[in-house]
């Protein structure tokens, strides 16, 4: 921040006072950002998390020295502030760590990102002339509404291909059928990317764009990506900011267009402005008087799915080397496998050859198997590992289960009419700004979340005019190099990879 902005820092948000401090909704990545960016600025601010933890779905458990990062936390962004910040909270903890991944498919391993020689090796040519076939007949023949997931990959991709590597995949992630799935999900995942871009990618790199390639190497919290949250909750403790844990808001006071109160366990806050990143649903719920009708209707309308990870440590040096596998493979639950000493060799305790190991699931909260008890699923888990060639159900020493709250928020055919409702009625509470990835109802990574926070914190104190719901609409996070004169540069018509396998958390 320059001495200028600075010192108008101090000028304005002079409703900001320790009577009534910015009270910030959520101890995860977004609100534990915008409560440091505050008490930077000298500003009283309260943190209410829910939950006995901070991270939210990025923290880090540990169970008997083994450290198990839930759904894996990539820290790799094409904006400098947020980048700029990691790197302060982190100093030298933040390790520079080597990228693999594969695709398990069909009972084989293919590399990703995608290389073309591996490509017809594991397909084999008559595979690749039938998919080849396919996109040739889409680039004909395109499905002419593009509403849907499984139209618009298809249109891009031919469907056999579609059918190979995105249908069970995200049929799995999301638990609705591809085509109850909205394109803009997949707009906003796989931008720019087509078969012709990808196959050009796998077999010559991306030559004559600024685009080197995908990453290679990411950086990473030597012990896992909750130390990021608890080194940013001391330095807000530092400066005189207030976190309280296991402090779940009951009720947010709305008079004359502003909040007035904020009540969480059984305690009144009299907020000057209020940060929130609780879900849209919860938001519209807890708020008195009641929304109108139609806002109601909107929210209780938004879908989640939820994520379970069962965590394993099983006995094996080096189990496999990558850092996660996507699991494109009919018969099993597990979508994702996550193998943490290769994030980081100090996930494990020191001088062990145990693997502490992520078997990632995607349900909904109450259905059959988010009930199952958790010795069911480690029995699962193990028989799933074996089953794919990983490593033996009988190696697996101990495991246990993390269970996830609206992990992700549903693109699905309504959401997007919901969610314009329910913020048109949002923009009439004046001191109220929703972030993060739930507290927008859109598919965020950790780096984009930080930026909805660092960018509400900018209109509260600088008296800026950032449109929040559209951080992350035209910088969409692709996994790519920028050319090194312009690293931040966004590229947005660039082919990138993000994935049509993968989805970060």
Known sequence: ????????????????????????????PAGLTAAYQLVK?????VVLES???????ARTTVRDGFRFDLGGHRFFTKNKEVDDLWAEIMGDEFLLRPRQSRIYWNDKFLEYPLEGMDVIKQLGLWELTLCMSSYLWAKIKPKGDESTFEAWVSNRFGYRLYHHFFKTYTE???????????AEWAAQRIKGLSFFSA???????????KIKSLISEFHYPRLGPGQMWERMADAIRAKGGEIRLNAPVTK?????????????????????????????????????????????????????????????????EDLFPDNWIYIHQPGVKVLRIQNFKSWSPYMVPEGSTDAAIGM???????????????????????????????????????????RVYKAYPIYDEHYAERVATIRGWLETIGNLTQVGRNGLHRYNNSDHSMLTAMRAVDNIVLGTDHDIW???VESVYHEEIQDTEEPYRNSPQTPGMKGPLASEH
């Not at 196959?199 to 764009?209: E, L, S, V, Y």
């Open 199 to 209: 196959a050009k990618a796998a077999f010559f790199g991306n030559r004559g764009n």
């Open 172 to 182: 799995k992630l999301w638990g609705v059928p591809a085509t109850e799935i909205r």
């Open 470 to 472: 559209s951080v992350n």
């Open 41 to 45: 600025l000298g500003k009283p601010v």
């Open 1 to 28: 921040m320059s001495e200028t902005t600075a010192a108008d820092a101090q000028t304005r948000g002079n409703d900001i006072t320790t009577e009534h401090p910015v009270v910030v909704l959520g101890g995860g």
């Open 51 to 57: 939950t006995g933890e901070l991270g939210g779905i």
């Open 252 to 316: 947010l006071v709305e008079r004359d267009g502003k909040i007035v109160e904020v009540i969480a366990g059984g305690e009144t806050l009299t907020p000057s402005h209020v940060i929130s990143s609780l879900p849209l649903r919860s938001t519209v719920g807890i708020t008195e008087p009641t929304a109108p009708e139609a806002v109601r209707e909107a929210a209780q309308g938004l879908r989640y799915r939820e994520f379970l990870t069962v965590l394993l440590v099983i006995t094996g």
């Open 360 to 402: 990632e699931y995607f349900c909904f909260e109450g259905d059959e198997f988010w009930n199952t008890p958790d010795e069911q699923l480690v029995k699962m888990a193990g028989e799933e590992i074996e089953k794919l060639h990983l490593a033996k159900a009988e190696h697996v020493r101990f495991g246990f289960v993390e």
